[in-house]
Nanobody, 123 residues
Framework: QVQLVESGGGLVQAGGSLRLSCAAS????????MGWFRQAPGKEREFVATISRSGSITYYADSVKGRLTISRDIAKNAVYLQMNSLKPEDTAVYYC????????????????WGQGTQVTVSS
């Protein structure tokens, strides 16, 4: 099992940047594919980005491509989401998730979730 704790959310103006972090417990962190998802009020949870076990493969939602970057540090048991050029529509609770198989865009295919961190982008 792995436990996930997100941090780094907050309030930022449009065009600004934030860096989200997800700290993972357990020695087997390197065996998990990691993903970031988000959920805005009244909307379903949606895929943001995913990264492979080695960190060599990443996929992004079209809405964030070129602005958000996912990365992982296996030595620190952490995954990050660098968020640049933020827009009001990026406002949501952001969740970190882990799965034992390959990369996936579907939240139902992830086994472990963090509690989420709020990101609010003002116009």
């Amino acid at each position: 099992q792995v436990q996930l704790v997100e941090s780094g959310g907050g309030l930022v103006q449009a065009g600004g940047s934030l860096r989200l972090s997800c700290a993972a417990s357990g020695r087997t962190f390197k065996t998990y594919t990691m993903g970031w998802f988000r959920q805005a009020p009244g909307k379903e949870r949606e895929f943001v980005a995913t990264i492979s076990r080695s960190g060599s493969i990443t996929y992004y939602a079209d809405s964030v491509k070129g602005r958000l970057t996912i990365s992982r540090d296996i030595a620190k048991n952490a995954v990050y989401l660098q968020m640049n050029s933020l827009k009001p529509e990026d406002t949501a609770v952001y969740y970190c998730a882990a799965r034992e198989d390959g990369t996936s865009r579907y939240p139902d295919e992830y086994d472990f979730w963090g509690q989420g961190t709020q990101v609010t982008v003002s116009s």
